[in-house]
């Protein structure tokens, strides 16, 4: 094993002249908003693709796009009340919601090439999400729900982190495989949501709002070329 990793990780000292770059991903960006503990009981990571353009041997463009989708299966309100000494709970209504999320990455990685297969590496990215906010009574997103609140938010913010990546040997110098890891910290504006065109005049009447920020990571692998 050590031999085969030594040979993987084995080449000249100088490091592989790329052009792109392409890698798959799964990450999270917090999701700091106590709103959230109505959509999701627990934060699912998004999974996406990195696509990287070399500037430099240090610099590169990054971009990223990734998808993910929560929900919290059923949420109930319940009411309580006391006769002849009998405590009664009933459902006075039940709700199920689903986020769909997008988010996209752009911005520069500088990379201090230790040596030709490990690069610490500092990047700043501005960062898009676009949430889909579904809420329904009976667990379908269609025309069928009794109640169906279905409206799109986008907010903006930036992601700061530092990484190691890890690359193997060339292969025929045309790819080169690597690896990485990078933590940071996100943060951006809140996600607006609103039920459409149910107010006064036909306005729109504001249901609340979602928010992300705070811890970030993400994990991938992929190819220079």
């Known amino acids: 094993m050590n031999t085969l990793l030594a040979t993987l990780l084995s080449g000249s000292g100088n490091q592989f002249d790329y052009t792109y770059s392409l890698a798959a991903e799964v990450g999270t ?33 990054l971009g990223s796009v990734h998808w993910g989708s929560q929900g919290n299966g059923s949420a109930y309100d319940y009411y309580y009340y006391e006769e002849y000494d ?45 949430n889909r906010l579904q809420m329904s009574d009976n667990g379908s997103f269609d025309e069928d729900s009794k109640t169906l609140i279905d409206d799109s938010g986008l907010g903006f913010g930036a992601t700061g982190a530092l990484g190691l990546e890890i690359r193997t040997r060339p292969i025929a110098k045309k790819a080169q495989l690597f690896f990485y890891g990078e933590t940071g910290v996100s943060a951006a504006t809140a996600l607006n949501f609103s039920l459409q065109g149910a107010g006064a005049d036909e306005g729109d009447i504001n249901i609340g709002d979602l928010g992300y920020g705070g811890s970030y990571f993400r994990l991938g692998a992929g190819t220079k070329f």
């Open 86 to 130: 009998e405590s009664y709970n009933s459902s006075m209504s039940g709700y199920e919601i689903q986020v769909s999320e997008t988010l996209i990455h752009l911005g520069p990685k500088m990379s201090w090439n230790i040596n030709s297969w490990l690069a610490p590496y500092a990047t700043a990215q501005g960062l898009v999400i676009h």
């Open 29 to 61: 960006v917090a999701q700091e908003d106590a709103d959230w503990d109505m959509a999701s009981n627990w934060q699912v990571n998004t999974t996406g693709l990195r696509l990287g353009y070399q500037v430099n041997d240090n610099v590169d463009i």
